[in-house]
């Protein structure tokens, strides 16, 4: 049976702004999608840990020296909009908060 | 026979002999795109002006004597999720759209270094996800042998542009069969390296403990020279392999004589064209009378392994597309705070294939579900690679077909994501281990579309995997051409 999930929740957490519309049919495909994925709690899978690495490496470390960085010039050439070396948004809190 | 029809290693002799230059070899790739583009539809951007000027400092070089590298003048082509510093790079996203990096991913600052000519980037599926390159932003692309039929996915700009002389070869990555389904949808050889033996940095990510980059070729010698140009330790890469490993080229003519080879049970019967199944049975057949010994293994969690891929894939990369919020590039939407621009620059600027991904990895991931879906498919991974580990006890190499199917029609499953993805059945294995694996064209089904044939092998184990294709592409004899490419050479 197709599994149903809080999509307007979910869309949330993913900073996607979804109507009604989009958000039922993505509801209704997910739900299969994720019936086939739960396959997974079938298997026994007893003694076995996650693995997160497929080859199980540790973390690697690079000596800690100041090395030049990309040219800022050209990194903020992309951005939407800029200004004084910096990157601008829209304000974070809404005004009435 | 025409110079976009070469090899790398025939090109590459024309050029040491003096029989061609590096700009007329560009010339000829360059035609060949002008002839095919216009129904292939292989290619984002054609560089033709840094290309240009990459195969003539190549001809200069030749000439002062100076030192050469081994894809010296060679035309290569870029999937459009690969960073190449100026060249605009946009995962086929409208997300993306007009970004060009400020630097080069490893692989390409490499591919540099060999002298290789960047012809241009190629179509995938949106940020590669996808098996058709159906989800492209900016339109699919077909496959040469039939242009009602998908190319493969995701990175299908790179196996038909390669399958059609557009390149001679080229690079893609592969997270859960993009490189290798491609390759066998469109009749050329294409390569899943080792997890880690070739850097990530500047492939924009999708699923990171699964992303490997590898290359197209239209044989197994150059899929060789490519994988030698790229593979090796990047201090730019956290997960970059630090070890040795030892060369595939030494072994390319030993043979199979005394190999193991283990056909994957599971890989077989429902789902699966009996041409596909036919082929693959006289691969082995060939394999078996060349003196490889032949045994059958037993993967039982693959088709949990389907599942676990498509949630632990989508959760990496509802992770990793966070990152594309309307800040520091891409698409901005209009929105009265942070959030809300972010919201409506990410709902405009992503497909729906990228969506649905992004919300099932965000659910997969999510309070209350995390045990059952996220850990749950971590622990099959590691279940996968203990099964992994007893077949390859029996066995020096696995293979399987591939794919299931031959090349579909454009459409098919374009509106049924869950059909599309069991198109990965065979290549998701490989992913979710970090192992190595490889297709190798091994003949046509009944309407002339190509076969692949897989070669899988343990960690590290490209020289084995790499003398096994080897001589199963000298069994196969595989020759044909794409009919439109036919009527051009």
Sequence with gaps: MPIDIDIAHVARLARLDLD?????????????????????????TTGFEASGHPLGFTNAFRPDEVRPSLPTAEVLSMAPESRDGYFVVPPALDQED | ??????????????????????????????????????????????????????????????????????????????????????????????????????YDATVVGRLRLAGAVLVGKTNLDEFAMGSSTE?????????????SRVPGGSSGGSAAAVAVGSALGAFGSD???????????????GVKPTYGLV???????????????????????????????????????????????????????????????????????????PAVEAATARTVEQLAAAGAEVVEVSIPAVEATLSAYYLIAPAEASANLARFDGIRYGHRAAGATTEEMMARTRAEGFGPEVIRRILLGTYALSAGYYDAFYGKALQVRSLLQAELAEAYAVADVLVSPTSPTTAFEVGAKAQDPLAMYLCDICTIPSNLAGHPAMSVPVGLDESGLPIGFQILAPALGEQVMFRVAAEVERLAGFEARPAMVGALA
């Design chain 2, 175 to 189: 997270t859960g069969g993009s490189i290798r389904q491609p390759a066998a949808l469109c009749g050329v050889v």
């Design chain 2, 199 to 273: 850097s990530r940095y500047g492939l924009i990510a999708f699923a990171s403990s699964l992303d490997q980059i590898g290359p197209f070729a239209r044989s197994v010698a150059d899929a060789v020279t490519l994988w030698e140009a790229v593979a090796g330790h990047d201090p730019l890469d956290a997960t970059s392999y630090r070890g040795t490993y030892p060369s595939p080229r030494v072994d390319l003519d030993k043979g199979v004589k005394g190999l193991r080879i283990g056909v994957v049970k599971e890989l077989s019967g429902e789902g699966f064209e």
């Design chain 1, 20 to 44: 009604p519309e989009a958000q039922s049919g993505f509801r209704q495909q997910l739900g299969v999608i994720l019936e086939h994925a739960a396959k997974v709690q079938a298997l026994d």
């Design chain 2, 1 to 102: 026979m025409g110079l976009a029809e070469l090899t790398i290693g025939e090109a590459a002799a024309g050029l040491d002999r003096g029989d061609l230059s590096a700009v007329e070899l560009l010339s000829a790739v360059l035609e060949r795109a002008s002839m095919t583009e216009a129904e292939l539809h292989a290619f984002l951007t054609i560089d033709r002006d840094g290309a240009t000027r990459g195969a003539e400092d190549s001809d200069r070089r030749r000439a002062a004597g100076e030192q050469l590298g081994p894809l010296d003048g060679i035309p290569i082509a870029l999937k459009d999720n690969l960073c190449t510093h100026g060249v605009e790079t946009t995962c086929s996203s409208q997300i993306l759209a007009g970004y060009r990096p400020p």
């Design chain 2, 135 to 147: 989800n492209s932003a900016y339109g699919a692309t077909r496959n040469p042998w039939d242009t």
